[in-house]
């Protein structure tokens, strides 16, 4: 069987900044003796990231001497900056751009926030390298415990992990043995306080409770609704199917028990 995590073309390593596609990156630097000329590895930041994950980016750079290419959105020619860790936004900056150059929220169903401020955000970047960039280049750090997103991807060769029949366990046992980790909960494999802070991804119950957990987290959230920018109510908050920021901020304030605990979150390209 070939390996997996050798890299024989160009390839871009999506590092979303979770535990998930950092082992992703090092299994390929010990496949390949360090990053091969043929791959460069990308970190688009939101703004929104708990600042564990800008310290645990930066962390994998050093540990493990590879060049990570840190990217935010912006609505200007070109339409992205190359940050680092000391310059990267914290407070939303380029997502708050990307709102009110829409002039209204994404949602569950147009998530075109993970499309401008990752995806697209990588692919101009790369552009601008001069190189020849597809879909088809991109890796993804998907394990094979993540069956239901996995199948969407048809070339299966861009989620090794998956060929490699890595699970959240493999992963978790892995940094166990590190001797720097992402300073963020491992809740049974799970993150929930990797990517953004308080994605309208995330389930219900999971957000209320890191409202609970730190009330300022939502303040953002809720600031971001607060312009009701869409002429559509709907449009003029992230899920119309709960409760705004604003009220969550409040639910969390009196302990209410609002949601259904066994509530999944939805998959997103973002990623652990």
């Known amino acids: 069987m070939l390996d997996p995590f050798k890299i024989i073309e160009p390839t871009v390593i999506s590092f979303s900044g979770g535990r998930t596609s950092a082992y992703m990156l090092w299994r390929v630097l010990q496949s390949n003796g360090g990053l091969p000329a043929e791959a460069i590895v990308c970190f688009a930041n939101t703004g929104k990231e708990d600042e564990a994950t800008l310290r645990f980016v930066q962390a994998c750079s050093d540990n493990w001497n590879v060049e990570i290419h840190w990217l935010e959105f912006r609505d200007a020619n070109p339409a992205f900056e190359r940050v680092t860790f000391k310059t990267a936004s914290r407070n939303g900056e380029p997502f708050e751009t990307l709102i009110k150059k829409r002039n209204y929220l994404p949602n569950p169903v147009t998530r075109f926030c993970t499309a401008e401020l990752k995806i697209r955000t990588i692919h101009k970047y790369l552009k601008s390298l001069g190189w020849h960039h597809n879909e088809e280049m991109d890796w993804i750090g998907m394990r094979a415990d993540e069956q239901r997103r996995a199948a969407k991807i048809k070339d299966k060769s861009r989620i090794p992990l998956v060929t490699a029949g890595v699970t959240k366990k493999t992963v978790g ?93 939805i998959a997103c390209f973002c990623g652990d």
């Not at 209320?208 to 009330?215: G, H, T």
């Not at 939502?218 to 009701?228: D, F, G, P, V």
Request: charged share 25%; aromatic share 10%; glycine share 4%.
């Open 173 to 265: 046992e892995f940094w166990k043995q590190q001797p720097f980790d992402l300073e963020l909960p491992n809740m049974n494999g799970i993150t929930m306080h990797g990517n953004c802070d308080l994605c309208f991804l995330k389930g219900k119950n999971q957000v209320l409770s890191l409202i609970a957990e730190k009330p300022e987290r939502a303040i953002w959230w809720a600031k971001m609704e607060a312009l009701a920018l869409a002429s559509k109510p709907s449009g003029a908050v992230f899920r119309s199917d709960r409760p705004s920021y604003a009220q969550m901020i409040k639910f969390a304030a009196n302990q209410t028990d609002m949601f259904d605990l066994n509530e999944e979150s």
